[in-house]
Every structure is written in C-alpha cells, then in structure tokens.
C-alpha cells in the first residue's frame, strides 16, 4: 500500500508553495512523524512531516512551486 505525500496547505491563503529541500533521499526508509522536506509559503519555511512509515518515493522537484494538494511523492508501507 502506498500513502501520497501532499503538498500541505498551512496558511489560510495558501494557494502554493515551493519544496525548499528535501530532508530524506528516494528510497529512504522514513518513520511517521520525520521531517520529510522544507515548504517555503508566504514567506515562511515550514518543515513537512512523513504521514506514514516505509520507502519514500520522491516525484516532486526541489526549487518547483506546486499547487496545494499536488502529489509531492508516496510512501510504500511495508
């Protein structure tokens, strides 16, 4: 089973945001509740937590603006 990894929206106006850095590597074992990457929206860096444990598969580019609920990636549960 795969769980999506969404683009988050965190602020009440937030319409995008723009993947600052990602913190873990394709095919990364994650656990939930690790940091997963960096959102840069309205002038704010926020850091974006794994929603799920497993093997992260990155789709989304560092330094990309995407629309909030945009697939960044997916996290195959084990």
Known sequence: ???EILL???GF???EGQIAEWLAKDGDKVTEGQPLFSL???KSTN???APASG???ITAATG???EVG???GWIEVE
Do not use: F, G, H
Request: charged share 30%.
């Open 47 to 49: 850091e974006v937590e």
């Open 1 to 3: 089973m795969a769980v």
């Open 55 to 57: 093997t992260l598969k």
């Open 13 to 15: 106006s937030m319409q």
């Open 64 to 66: 990309e603006t995407y």
């Open 70 to 72: 945009t697939v960044l």
């Open 8 to 10: 988050p929206k965190i």
């Open 40 to 42: 840069e929206a309205d």
